[in-house]
């Protein structure tokens, strides 16, 4: 091991199309190459990453379950059909609502694919133990909020 060179912890998931009905954790997720919900299965793979060395190195890869990705806003459906409930919304007055109160942006629960996330984490670090020091973990835009922030 080259102790100049930084080791990340990197994410991504992937969808396989597949036909059938009898597939375990056969369902809809969102392929961006297709640019729609596809039936198939979804995979999240979780590497150490070697930044010196631009190489990957898979270390665990696991099957995500459709009910893991119930909350999830990018597997709910079409875009069409969100375009429809933005417009039947009803606008109400700009600004916070009357009554409400600051509320602590840490305090939160996290959704059941975050928390299938930071179990696959937990479990890359539990496997590297001390032996390489981690310190920065990458995955694609999904994790770009508050409740991303707070599970990593």
Known sequence: RDPNDVILI???????????????GLGRFFSSTHGVPVPGLCFLCISLTSVKHRHSFP?????????????????????????NERSTKKTGKKGRPKGRKNI?????????????????????????????????????GELGHNFGVQMT
Do not use: W
């Open 59 to 83: 270390i665990i890869m696991k099957q995500v379950d459709k009910s893991v990705m119930c909350g999830c806003s990018k597997y709910k459906g079409s875009k069409s059909a969100d375009k």
């Open 104 to 140: 602590n942006r840490r305090d939160i629960q996290l959704s059941k694919y975050l928390t299938f996330m930071k179990g696959c984490v937990n479990d890359v670090k539990e496997m590297v133990g001390e032996s390489i020091p981690l310190t920065y973990f990458v995955f694609d």
């Open 10 to 24: 990197s994410g991504d998931e992937t969808i396989t199309t597949k036909s059938g009905k009898h597939s375990f």
